[in-house]
């Protein structure tokens, strides 16, 4: 029987990661819908999206033929990989060492990719901002789809993380609508720190289930392991963080 | 086709970016299992092993990513 304290964390998970996704995704596909009309914009993220849908339905049934343990064992590790490196990324961009992502940047450029595209080539401009709506959706929903499986398909979870997911697409959507505007007011570092430290809990835990290591308290490890990354996060971010020089 | 590169390209990239975190990763988890399976111990510290050696992944990847 699926818990709260089970189902909790994954939900979280999922719908902190698809924030971030989702809001990546709209920016672009917002760019598209401004410049060259909401047709295209709305025909690749339906294209998009059937993409996402059919790798869904052809992920299910091998996911459930895969032993538990092998499967927990494999999406464990891919968990540590995407994990640590989303957590990594995290803390070299809280400790100013690499850019943090910026909404308005992002819509602004794909704004001037497409208008030039459109100047270049006026016959195909639809094609080509629908492409852009379509490979918008597509990177960010793979993203969405594999974390997921990998948070849910180990433990019987992956209704609860599918919802999470969908409540941070609607979320996303709704204020996306109401606003207008590329949502560079999400705090989207701070997001993905949360998510890297959660995604690395679930890793080493899946991982160590696959292992066959009997963790102390069982679910509730996830919720210790969060804390061990969330306090090395916090503290490698001013070990990280690029000394000042004093001026003489 | 250009399209199905470009998604398995960015799909890879999700687990790889940084080639030396990844094969740290990869080096820790085969080291537990290599415990795990030689020395048939499934208890507590093959997790404990598991957690120091991913949090110092991390550790020496982030000090060297400042460094860069």
Request: glycine share 10%; proline share 3%.
């Amino acid at each position: 029987m699926i818990t709260w304290a089970t189902a909790a964390p994954a939900i979280s998970a999922t719908f902190l990661a698809s924030i971030v996704e989702v809001v990546e995704a709209f920016t672009i596909v917002l760019a598209v819908g401004t410049v060259q009309g909401w047709r295209p914009a709305l025909t690749g993220t339906a294209a998009g999206l059937s993409v996402l849908g059919l790798l869904v339905l052809a992920l299910g049934p091998v996911i459930n033929r895969i032993p538990l343990q092998s499967l927990q064992l494999v999406i464990g590790i891919l968990l540590l990989l995407f994990g640590l490196r989303w957590l990594r990324k995290a803390i070299l961009r809280a400790a100013g060492i690499i850019a943090l992502h910026d909404e308005d940047l992002a819509f602004a450029k794909e704004t001037a990719s497409l208008t030039d595209a459109a100047r270049r080539d006026a016959t195909r401009r639809n094609w080509i901002a629908g492409l852009a709506a379509f490979k918008a959706v597509v990177l960010e929903g793979v993203e969405v789809v594999f974390v997921v499986i990998a948070v849910g398909a180990g433990r019987g979870l992956l209704w609860p993380a599918a919802m999470g997911a969908l409540a941070a697409c609607l979320l996303v959507l709704a204020i996306g609508f109401a606003v207008h505007k590329p949502l560079s007011r999400v705090p989207e570092n701070t997001l993905k720190f949360g998510v890297g430290v959660m995604l690395s809990a679930f890793g080493v835990y899946w991982t160590g289930e696959g292992l066959g290591v009997a963790w102390p308290g069982h679910d509730f490890a996830i919720l210790g392991l969060g804390v061990v990354f969330l306090a090395v996060g916090l503290a490698l971010v001013p070990i990280a963080r690029p000394s000042q020089e004093i001026p003489r | 086709m250009n399209i199905i590169r470009l998604i398995l390209r960015e799909f890879i990239g999700l687990f790889v970016d940084d080639e030396m975190l990844a094969v740290s990763i990869l080096a820790v988890v085969a080291g537990c299992w290599l415990l795990a399976h030689y020395v048939h111990d499934t208890s507590f510290t093959i997790g404990a092993l598991l957690v120091i050696g991913c949090v110092g992944v991390l550790l020496s990847s982030v000090v060297q990513g400042a460094r860069r």
